[in-house]
């Protein structure tokens, strides 16, 4: 009895952490946080952008990176579509491009017209290399616009 | 001694041995102590054939509840553990952004969204470059412009980014560099300071009421506060 009692305190517990937030200001903000397994790696990225935007059946694609020290940087942008399955996602035809600059800098965009109802979203890796040859690669999801 | 003292005498002595037993707390088996003799008496009756006749030794189990304060540290470890193996996020906010801050870097996203443009009406310049500084880049869609500014001699580079609200969701590294919050022109916006002995770099962002500009570049900070200042709507 007193098991079941402890598992399902654990159970409501789970259920009230998944929206378990705490503020930080601003002033104050500092630079720990707790685990989130999607992030990725930023030691030589300082930004990184990637964003889709849906106008009628047309897909603007915008992948934008900003580093420090480095030599060169490599994006590859592809527009993905939800297969309605699981978390599927596949890739666009004719919607995949790369773009590689020796700058700190790097910025692609991109559309797609004609597109079918659904669900799509930008996938942007930067691959980022400083001078002394270290390098980093960042995968980096845009949020889901909808095709009606 | 007559038949009478002996028995007082053994009362006495039965009152005393079984005031001590009272004296010993009552037996609280562990968890593995109820598993185990939970076994042996499963193996037991299917041994033994339990029929109506033969009826089981059945033991019923104390009654044992826990003192709520207790109940309140399992409780509070049990959201503990739940807290870190779901895991939580930050949220930053500011007076114009709100963010989810992540291990090594916080994504931002503009608030106060009503009523604001959702593609570019008119776009910002940079109206006082640092010498050297000339546009090698233009870039634009329909919510966003992007203007790249480079220094041919030093390779020092500075970006001009210019984004409606709705479509605005960077990652700004933080794993080791904080925001600060700080004001352009009366706009409300944050810096973070990337430099170090070695380079400069830094990035200013601000909410200019319709747009959120954003300005990157090999700079030091106050430097590129000046720049952010300069912005200027460029007239057809």
Sequence with gaps: MRFRQIIASALTAACLCTCFTTTV???????????????????????????????????????????????????????????GWFWIWNDVDGASWTRTENRSSVRLSNTKSDLTSGTYRVKSVFKLTDK??????????????NVP | ???????????????????????????????????????IFALYEK????TASNPPIVLTPQSRHLPSS??????????ICAALLTGFMLVYFSKNFQG????????????NTENCPTTIEYEYYLSDLPDGFEIVEHDSLSFDVYTLYKNELSGHIITLSQCTKNNFSPHYNTEKHNFEEINI????????????????????????????????????????????????????
């Design chain 1, 25 to 83: 200001s601003a002033k104050t903000v500092s630079t720990f946080s707790i685990v989130n397994s999607a992030s990725p790696l930023y030691d030589i990225a300082r930004s990184a952008y990637s964003e889709l935007n849906i106008v009628g059946t047309k897909a603007e694609c915008k992948s934008q990176a900003f580093a420090v020290n480095a030599a060169k940087i490599t994006v590859e942008q592809t527009l993905q579509k939800y297969s």
């Design chain 1, 132 to 145: 002394n040859g270290k390098t980093e690669t960042l995968t980096i999801y845009s949020d889901e616009q």
């Design chain 2, 70 to 79: 207790k109940r309140l540290i399992i409780l509070f470890v049990v959201i």
């Design chain 2, 1 to 39: 001694m007559n038949e009478r003292d002996f028995k007082d005498i053994l009362a006495e002595i039965c009152a005393e041995e079984i005031a001590e037993l009272n004296m010993f707390p009552p037996f609280k088996p562990s968890l593995r102590h109820r598993l185990t003799m939970k076994r």
């Design chain 2, 100 to 111: 989810t801050v992540y291990n090594d870097n916080t994504q931002l996203f503009a608030v």
């Design chain 2, 185 to 236: 022109n009366g706009h409300t916006g944050l810096c973070i300071d990337f430099s170090d002995n070695k380079h400069n770099s830094s990035i200013v962002v601000w909410d200019n009421g319709d747009y959120i500009l954003e300005i990157s570049g090999d700079l030091p900070k106050k430097e590129l506060l000046y720049l952010a200042e300069s912005a200027k709507v460029l007239e057809n």
């Design chain 2, 47 to 50: 041994k033994t054939h339990i």
